[in-house]
């Protein structure tokens, strides 16, 4: 699901790229990865995270998509700028992604998974292209804080089928995705680290 206006103004400000520098230290602090991995970022927009994480983890590769055009547009134009080489971004879907199975080290998502209708059909995918004891990290919201009586007027999310705590942690396990570490406010959201088995 794209973003509207609303949500767009709220990934694209400093302060969101505050709160991700903050959660790419908690990511690395959790479990760092070898020198050298390939990477996927899921929902890249604007290609902040992926500058994040080529910073942060110096992998080899970092492949990042996101679902508009306009993002992808604007985080090619942003790393051409920087001469960053080693990360290809294209126009993508979460529940398709066009990859064989155990492709990656690493996903990451930020904030994601909450925008897709089909949530576990992308993190079905996730898990799928995850080689055995690849990371997934992830942040992610839970209704309560999107779906409120001020939020689900301002911001656009799918209304059924959205996924509490222990919906989240049912469906990663479901996926053979451990959960390792985390940090969550039980109504709000999550922001952890899952190894694959």
């Not at 994040?52 to 970092?62: D, G, N, Y």
């Not at 996903?107 to 990371?135: M, N, Q, S, Y």
């Not at 992610?140 to 989240?168: C, G, M």
Request: net charge positive.
């Amino acid at each position: 699901m794209k973003l509207n206006w609303a949500e767009r103004w709220v990934v694209n400000n400093p302060t969101r790229v505050l709160q991700q520098r903050i959660e790419i230290n908690a990511f690395y602090r959790m479990l760092p990865l070898k020198t050298g991995a390939r990477v996927l970022e899921i929902g890249c927009g604007r290609g902040v995270g992926a500058a994040l994480i080529s910073e942060k983890f110096q992998p080899a590769t970092v492949h990042a998509m996101d679902l508009d055009f306009e993002m992808i547009r604007k985080a090619k134009k942003r790393f051409k700028k920087n001469n960053r080489t080693h990360t290809g971004f294209y126009v993508g879907d979460v529940v398709h992604l066009p990859y064989k199975n155990a492709t990656f080290d690493a996903v990451f998502g930020f904030g994601v998974l909450h925008h897709v209708p089909d949530w576990r059909g992308g993190l079905t995918e996730i898990a799928r292209v995850l080689k055995k004891g690849g990371c997934y990290f992830f942040e992610e919201l839970y209704p309560a804080l999107y779906q409120n009586v001020i939020t689900r007027h301002i911001l656009l999310h799918p209304a059924e089928n959205r996924f509490k705590s222990q919906d989240w942690k049912n469906a990663l396990q479901e996926m053979k995705l451990q959960e390792q570490k985390s940090v969550e406010l039980k109504k709000l959201g999550i922001l952890g680290v899952a190894i694959k088995e």
